[in-house]
């Protein structure tokens, strides 16, 4: 029997949870912090919809049955995309409508962390974990955007917790739940494979005698998943993230403050949570081995995502919502263990994430079509000369338009084709793809060019990013100095930029060929 079998056996019917409150005030103060993360978490909920935003919602109002094989051309697995098509059926598809899906889930987050925290390390570590959870700024960006990332936070806490009970534990119901909650996971975001991946370096690392359960967990996830690894090949072949750039060892090593919102919450998690963590691990015992399985869990899944781009860049953010949950739930462990010091660390958390500074100021797409309304008809052309943007401009500027981006004319506004985009965007030049366009619109008739406010040049250094800039230079002066055409308004909404200081804002000119 091994070291790790021989702790847990000593362990078993050992009360972790004796300082336990009864159920009816568990209930009650999870359902008071739950009342808080709706209250933190409404602040912006109709902020306006950026580019990832519109292609979610142009995505899901196609049918539903063909939502899986229309994503080979966007790069995403399906099961947000589903539930979003469902949803909009049934509570439209307004900013306020679909980012209260992304709300639920995010409430979803409290009573997990908690559950996940307690179940592990007992009942002080389990309010702690709910109450970061609660107030954590990530969760609240994200509980107010219409993508799929709260889904994958919600679904770590689910993923881990059951891989606890049903592998390292070896309690036999867990393990179809790890199997099936892991494949919904895989179906809702690539990153799920990295966190698979932890699971199974966690498992040689350090429950090596269990390897029976996690092999069963991994058949039906297996199973579960087959039927979408060919158009997952397809999308690795040819879609990618040509906007993303390789992330330095700077990243890999703050990549755990990424879900803390920031450098200042991980310091303090770093510190007094390590110092917690430090007295767990002096002592052989249960606890200890879920602490270590978590750091390999949370720590591998980290390391096969930034080793991956370095390969194939996609580092962003909002993708580690995959480790929320280890990240979450060994803080809370240490803070339970770091008495004054821990106490001390929470409250300069609390005062940290206490003003946020929530602001809809992503993108400035509705304030453009806004702007664009009095000039517009049916029939005119749309140009982006930013590709991805098209979905976003649809949904606020409707139907009846024609669209086109610089790699020419659009059949499906409500979707962007990546596939081999990149190629694609570095063969375009304006004689053989704007010369078409510009002939289509007929004398009296308008073009409306939307292109982005190029302010920040170190956020278009990207393969994708950095030929979209170049592009859209050379476009829009071609467009400006054709003598067919006449600039009738340029709308820009200088006091919207300088005022929010929009994140990407847009600009529009409106010309009549003459």
Avoid at 252 to 264: F, I, K, M, S
Avoid at 283 to 302: C, D, E, M, Q, S
Avoid at 315 to 336: C, D, K, N
């Amino acid at each position: 029997m091994s070291a790790v079998t021989t702790a847990i056996a000593r362990a078993r019917g050992a009360r972790l949870d004796i300082a336990a409150l009864p159920v009816w005030a568990t209930t009650t103060g999870l359902l008071a912090l739950t009342a808080l993360s709706l209250w933190i978490r409404t602040r912006i909920i109709g902020a306006g919809f950026w580019i990832d935003e519109g292609l979610s919602v142009g995505i899901a109002h196609h049918h539903f049955t063909a939502i899986p094989h229309l994503l080979r051309e966007d790069g995403s697995p399906p099961a947000y995309y589903l539930l979003l098509h469902v949803w909009i059926g049934w509570f439209g598809d307004g900013e306020r409508a679909t980012h209260t899906l992304s709300l639920l889930f995010a409430l979803a987050c409290t009573p997990l962390a908690y559950w996940l925290a307690r179940t592990l390390f007992g009942p002080v570590a389990g309010w702690i974990s709910a109450a970061v959870v609660t107030i954590d700024p990530f969760l609240s960006y994200y509980a107010q955007e219409t993508r799929m990332y709260t889904m994958v936070a919600a679904l770590s806490f689910v993923v881990v917790g059951a891989y606890v009970h049903g592998v390292v534990r070896r309690q036999r119901a867990w393990v179809p739940v790890l199997g099936v909650s892991l494949a919904l996971l895989l179906y809702t975001h690539n990153w799920g494979l990295f966190l698979a991946g932890g699971l199974v370096l966690a498992t040689l690392a350090v429950a090596r005698d269990r390897w029976r359960y996690a092999l069963v967990a991994g058949v039906i996830t297996a199973v579960l998943y087959a039927p979408w690894l060919p158009t997952l090949a397809y999308q690795a072949k040819h879609t990618g993230a040509p906007w993303a750039m390789a992330p330095g060892f700077y990243a890999l090593a703050l990549a755990p403050g990424a879900v803390l919102a920031g450098d200042g919450p991980l310091v303090a998690f770093f510190l007094a949570g390590g110092a917690g963590l430090a007295a767990i691990l002096r002592r052989r015992n249960v606890t200890r081995t879920y602490v270590v399985v978590l750091f390999w869990v949370g720590g591998a899944t980290i390391a096969l995502a930034w080793l991956a781009s370095e390969i194939s860049p996609a580092w962003t953010i909002r993708y580690l919502s995959v480790v929320l949950a280890p990240v979450v739930v060994l803080g809370a462990a240490g803070f339970s263990r770091a008495g004054k010091l821990g106490v001390a660390a929470l409250a300069i958390l609390v005062l940290y994430w206490a003003n946020p500074g929530l602001r809809d100021d992503k993108e400035n797409a509705r304030e453009i079509a806004a702007g664009l309304a009095p000039f517009v008809h049916r029939g005119d052309i749309v140009l982006s000369t930013h590709p991805e943007q098209v979905p976003v401009l649809r949904y606020y500027l409707g139907p009846g338009f024609r669209w086109a981006t610089t790699m020419g004319f659009v059949s499906d506004p409500r979707i962007m084709d990546w596939a081999d985009a990149l190629q694609r965007l570095r063969a375009v030049t304006p004689k053989a793809d704007l010369t078409p366009v510009l002939d289509a619109v007929k004398p009296g008739q308008d073009l409306i060019v939307v292109s982005p406010v190029f302010r920040d040049y170190h956020a278009w250094q990207a393969r994708w990013t950095k030929l979209v800039y170049v592009t859209s230079q050379v476009w829009t002066r071609a467009i400006s100095h054709d003598p067919r055409f006449r600039e009738v308004v340029w709308v820009h909404n200088d006091e919207i930029l300088l005022k929010k200081n929009f994140f990407k804002p847009l600009q529009a000119v409106v010309y009549r060929r003459r």
